[in-house]
T-cell receptor, first 114, second 114 residues
């Protein structure tokens, strides 16, 4: 079975500050990991993915994440927060090379303080 | 670029009624996934289809059924609706044959059961 745990259901950062959203995974096989962003009343947009290539993954909107096997972590970061980053962020793990169901974490709501 | 299309976007039904949600995947995508997102919750996997055959099944109630048609669109049929079925229902598609690990999500159908 696979699962992800997102630490912190709510995170607030000041505009221009570092964004750090935490995700830890549990998987009996090499995981395929994803970060999705959801704006209010909208669908899920893929930010970035880890598929066993480079451990540092760059995504859209200036986000990146680093896969750390020793820590079973896949934390999402952005050097400088922008007001438009305010949204719900979901970490997800995929089974069977990511071609099967995604198991999502409980989400982290990011608030940007002006 | 073409995205996943879901219809209707909003649906209001009464208890014990039936509902049909439709999903049109990105052209040439061969896999469709259905997820249910309750209020304030993470998306939960319901069912998936690959090349018109069911490929995986999650926590989908027996009152729900789904299929993928020859043109690859998919329908989620929900009967004997309950208040607890009120949720956002997402469809996602991917191109499994190409070894793509990315699931692209539609905007969702918001179902309200009264």
């Amino acid at each position: 079975a696979q699962s992800v745990t997102q630490l912190g259901s709510h995170v607030s950062v000041s505009e221009g500050a570092l964004v750090l959203l935490r995700c830890n995974y549990s998987s009996s096989v090499p995981p395929y990991l994803f970060w999705y962003v959801q704006y209010p009343n909208q669908g899920l947009q893929l930010l970035l993915k880890y598929t066993s290539a480079a451990t540092l993954v760059k995504g859209i909107n200036g986000f990146e994440a680093e896969f750390k096997k020793s820590e079973t972590s896949f934390h999402l970061t952005k050097p400088s927060a922008h007001m438009s980053d305010a949204a719900e962020y979901f970490c997800a793990v995929g089974a069977n090379f990511g071609n099967e169901k995604l198991t999502f974490g409980t989400g982290t709501r990011l608030t940007i303080i002006p | 670029a073409a995205g996943v299309i879901q219809s209707p976007r909003h649906l209001i039904k009464e208890k014990r009624e039936t509902a049909t949600l439709k999903c049109y995947p990105i052209p040439r995508h061969d896999t469709v996934y259905w997820y249910q997102q309750g209020p304030g919750q993470d998306p939960q996997f319901l069912i998936s289809f690959y090349e018109k055959m069911q490929s995986d099944k999650g926590s989908i109630p027996d009152r729900f059924s789904a299929q993928q048609f020859s043109d690859y669109h998919s329908e989620l049929n929900m009967s004997s609706l309950e208040l607890g079925d009120s949720a956002l229902y997402f469809c996602a598609s991917s191109l499994r044959q190409a070894g793509s690990y990315e699931q692209y999500f539609g905007p969702g159908t918001r179902l309200t059961v009264t």
